[in-house]
């Protein structure tokens, strides 16, 4: 249907076309409209929520102003368009970001106040959108907020979540979990019921020949299941660019077939085909790092791919080119294996919709997708039965076996008689049952495949794809090392220390060139520019200790050594390490001398992080952190020499507090096995510094901030497989003071031992996998050279200042002009100065 209003009419719709607010009077007037109109209140019942909530409308109005003009910009200048398929967006709150981004906190600020308000009170209102996990959901997120910012034509496609990430609730020492229901008031989303579309599942596939001899396939029957689309604006930083992030959510059809089963009388089975098909986006899977195979994962995934899919290739019909012109037009980038089945739908619309050659489509669908890997952990490795994609997904069954036909036929081209890597690199692993392997899929249908650092992109080339890289050559693989958008883990989560880079480099340009941090390196000496830097780092400790003492009752002292490791709980990531080191810190106290005290740093140990909800051995791990806390915490004979702290329910908004109070912060995973991390770039760009080891992006801080600012230690990546292949045919003697460590743990110090016995005897007994004992001596002594540096105040703030310096490297702004250039080969699309941006320095 035309719903374009014709030509003659259109001067009434410019002349009231809604304009964004840009003054004080104009914001408060739209905060008491929505409070006594769309809330229906007044000022004698306007409670924070409400006040929440009408702020948030506000500034949504706004948005979506924007939202609108950028969509109609995009779609007329009709360039190409990058859409990212992620399952999950750790996005955080959206008011405090929303009013930094359009430049108008401060009128925001000073017209609450003048309503009633403090606005740090109505900014916490805010429920966190935590459709994530951890890094590679919050990658998602600071990448639409690079896109955004840098007027990147782009959008995010992703499910709607009814409950995300659970919340963590610490019972007793032990994690429990407790469902978040996040969207009892959602202002940030707009609901399109014009939008949905009709997924398919189950059913079987006829196929037959035409009259001109084609083949056609047909997938007929099974169960159609409702996405409609839920609309998210994503503002740009100081830019007019709104760009949009669409998720789906699932609904039963209500066709004919609900109806006959409703008129005869069969309610509760029509009632329960409702039910069954809202279960497709009601949970976010609460998995880091690990794949468990489960159907109604793969259900979300397709459901998720399919819709989309079908929005992006429609939006390209429009435009009415030759289907050959879809890559020029349409770059998609596939969010690890997740969405891998998007390569499956293209070619089978294709194929079976659209009557393309095979060829012919697959050259498109392969030039259309990229992918980037963001794991080498075999665990995390995503692979599913082929009888339960055969029954779930008939033909896409069928088209990945053709897709592996012709690729392994070109693989024997290749490398004619070599039968093994034949076995090694199909796409189906002749295992029992049979399985998919997706990252391959994922491989054989792009032309690009990237890492996250540089190590863990050579990695994947030597390990886990190597073969790939033999059959296609080095270049199809690539580096996009990660990054953080300095807007929310600067500017926002720190809003002093902004404010001091900006008075010192002209201004907020730093935050879209993060470059420009470099002209701090003249004031690494400047004493009056280093009081300034350590007294903002002062109140952001105090800020941290004064949440630490409201929701965990401990008093920490602000001028001790924050030492903090949060992200999720995980074996390859070593809180064990971590608290066994402190352990070990509590035994060394124990025995000094009151003038050995004296000269010791006192220390507050914080952890925070989720462990999924069936992963014991992390379960374990906090309840130990717990525990350890619950004792040094009070004995008398410590004091305020050691703190441990485990704080509940790690997640964006809390980080924002978190992050900038660090004075060492811990990102120690047995080396090459964190593909990455974004968190030691949050810790270092808020003046912390790091103790890690050689992994991930570790070591691209270390070469851009210089090896005299950061605490490396342990064993190397290439030293892993030797060591565990010692530990389990050589000989295998623990670190002497880890064994102390255990001791003490088993005199049942720490509450009932046998609550830790898998936890030590992973190490003691099974092969140490994770080369907890291997490195523990190296750590110990690298955390007492901090202890060392702590002492000398002057070099340490020095440190910290070159380090914050030179991170401009890490901003993802850079990461999205990389895969901008080198994968997606789009352009960003200027745009006019129509718009009413507030400028707020
Ligand atoms: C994470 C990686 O573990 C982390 O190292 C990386 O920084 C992040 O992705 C963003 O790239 N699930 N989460 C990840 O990988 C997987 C799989």
Not at 59 to 73: A, C, G, H, K, V
Not at 433 to 457: D, T, Y
Not at 583 to 592: E, G, N
Not at 776 to 800: G, M, R
Request: proline residues 4%.
């Amino acid at each position: 249907v035309e719903a374009s209003i014709p030509e003659p009419q259109r001067d009434a719709w410019k002349k009231f076309q809604a304009k964004p607010f840009v003054s004080k009077d104009d914001f408060e007037k739209e905060v008491v409209r929505h409070v006594e109109t769309t809330l229906a209140r007044s000022m004698f019942n306007c409670d924070e929520t409400a006040a929440y909530a009408a702020a948030s409308l506000a500034f949504r109005d706004r948005l979506i102003t924007e939202w609108n003009r950028t969509q109609q910009r995009q779609t007329f200048a009709d360039t190409k368009r990058v859409y990212y398929l992620s399952l999950e967006f750790l996005m955080g709150r959206a008011l405090d970001n929303a009013m930094l981004n359009v430049g108008l906190k401060n009128i925001a600020k000073e017209g609450l106040s003048e309503l009633g308000f403090r606005i740090e009170d109505i900014i916490n209102q805010e429920h966190d959108a935590a459709l994530g996990n951890g890094g590679l959901g919050r990658l998602a997120a600071c990448f639409l907020d690079s896109m955004a910012s840098l007027n990147f034509p782009a959008w995010g496609y992703g499910l709607r979540y009814k409950y995300g990430i659970f919340k963590q609730e610490i019972v007793d020492g032990y994690q429990v979990e407790v469902p978040d229901y996040w969207l009892d008031f959602n202002p940030w989303e707009f609901p399109r019921h014009d939008i949905v579309v009709d997924v398919q599942f189950y059913g079987g596939v006829r196929k037959y020949q035409d009259e001109a001899g084609k083949n056609v396939a047909v997938w007929e029957g099974g169960e159609i299941v409702k996405a409609t689309a839920y609309d998210v604006p994503i503002p740009g930083f100081n830019t007019p660019t709104t760009n949009n992030m669409r998720l789906w959510s699932s609904k039963a059809a209500s066709g004919e077939f609900d109806f006959q089963k409703f008129n005869s009388g069969d309610y509760e089975s029509s009632v329960a085909d409702q039910q069954r098909a809202e279960t497709i986006s009601a949970v976010l899977y609460p998995n880091d790092n690990l794949d468990r195979g489960k159907e109604l994962r793969l259900k979300q995934q397709y459901f998720w791919v399919a819709a989309s899919l079908y929005d992006i290739v429609r939006r390209f019909k429009k435009s009415k080119r030759a289907w050959s012109e879809f890559p020029d037009q349409i770059a998609i980038q596939l969010n690890d294996t997740h969405p891998t089945l998007a390569i499956v739908e293209l070619q089978r619309i294709l194929i079976d919709m659209e009557g393309l050659d095979w060829d012919e489509a697959w050259t498109i669908v392969t030039n259309t997708f990229g992918y980037t890997n963001h794991t080498v952990l075999p665990e995390a490795l995503e692979k599913w039965s082929v009888p339960l994609f055969q029954n779930l997904l008939p033909r896409h069954l069928q088209i990945i076996y053709d897709i592996n036909m012709f690729f392994l036929q070109s693989v024997e081209r290749k490398f004619p008689g070599d039968r093994d890597m034949l076995g090694r690199v199909s796409i189906i692993e002749e295992s029992q049952p049979k399985m998919v392997r997706m990252a391959f899929l994922a491989i054989v249908g792009s032309h690009k495949v990237n890492g996250v650092a540089e190590l863990h992109s050579d990695l994947i080339k030597t390990t886990i794809f190597k073969d790939f890289v033999k059959i296609f050559g080095p270049d199809k693989f690539t580096n996009v090392t990660n990054g953080i958008t300095p807007r929310r883990w600067l500017h926002q989560a720190n809003p002093r220390l902004s404010e001091l880079i900006a008075s010192k480099t002209g201004g907020l340009g730093f935050l879209k060139d993060l470059n420009v941090l470099n002209e701090l390196e003249k004031f690494a000496d400047d004493k009056e520019f280093k009081k300034e830097w350590a007294e903002i780092k002062y109140a952001n400790k105090v800020r941290l200790a004064k949440y630490i003492k409201s929701t965990t009752g401990v008093t920490v002292n602000p001028a001790a050594l924050f030492d903090i490791q949060v992200k999720r709980i995980h074996e390859y990531k070593r809180q064990q390490l971590n608290i066994f080191g402190v352990i070990h810190r509590y035994l060394t106290i124990k025995a000094m001398t009151p003038e050995e005290r004296k000269k010791l740093a006192p220390r507050v140990s914080i952890f925070g992080g989720k462990a999924a909800p069936g992963y014991w051995m992390a379960k374990t791990i906090i309840h130990l952190i717990n525990n350890v806390g619950a004792v040094v915490n009070k004995d008398p004979d410590v004091g305020d020499l050691l703190k441990v702290i485990f704080l509940e329910d790690y997640n964006v908004s809390k980080a924002e507090i978190i992050t900038p109070a660090s004075d060492v912060s811990e990102h120690i995973s047995t080396a090459g096995t964190e593909a990455s991390g974004t968190s030691n770039m949050k810790f270092v760009l808020n003046g912390g510094l790091i103790i890690g080891t050689c992994d991930g992006a570790n070591i691209e801080i270390t070469r851009e901030i210089g090896e005299n600012n950061i605490f490396l230690f342990g064993n190397l990546a290439e030293d892993v497989e030797d060591l565990r292949h010692t530990h389990n045919y050589g000989s295998h003697t623990l670190d002497p003071d880890l064994v102390k460590v255990f001791d003490l743990i088993k005199s049942n110090a720490f509450g009932d031992a046998g609550a830790f016995g898998a936890l030590t005897g992973s190490i003691e007994d099974h092969g140490d996998y994770y080369l907890v004992s291997d490195d523990f001596h190296s750590y110990i002594q690298t955390q007492t050279l901090v202890d060392e540096a702590y002492k000398n105040q002057e070099e340490w703030i020095t440190k910290t200042i070159l380090s914050v310096a030179r991170m401009g490297f890490f901003s993802s702004d850079r990461c999205i002009n990389e895969y901008a250039e080198m994968i997606w080969n789009v352009e960003p699309l200027p745009v006019g100065k129509e718009s009413g941006l507030g400028k707020e320095e």
